[in-house]
């Protein structure tokens, strides 16, 4: 007569072992998650802000007026808020000459989107670049 298959008992105090490593490992993997992506916001924004300052230095060593510069700005800078962008202009339209330097410097209130490194860097961390070129 065949009886049932005995089982065996040596697994049976791990049962909750899975759940008890999940709840040690899930925080640390959300931490490290968001991290990521909060670095990635800000490299975008750092890359994003050196585009604008570039596209604004170029379009200015043409000649161009400090409006159409900081317009230039602005529409080189899409994913940033406009209202936290600001552009600065050296030197002044009127005494601008050909063979000078024109420097445009971009700053934009970079704002932490988890939170999680406001400790750190606080809750705005200003994000600027700034590119000199020579009046043609």
Known sequence: ??????RSH?????????????ALA???LVVLLLGILEFGMLLNAYLTVEHGAREGARLGATGAGDQAIVDRVVASCPGLDP?????????PASSRSTGDML???VRFAYRSVTGLFEPILGSTFVVE???CMRIE
């Open 26 to 28: 899930l925080p640390i």
């Open 83 to 91: 209202a936290r962008l600001e552009v600065v202009i050296s030197p």
């Open 103 to 105: 420097e445009v410097t």
């Open 1 to 6: 007569m065949r009886g049932r298959p005995r």
């Open 10 to 22: 040596a697994g049976a105090g791990e049962r909750g072992q899975a759940l008890v490593e999940l």
């Open 129 to 131: 670049r700034r590119v």
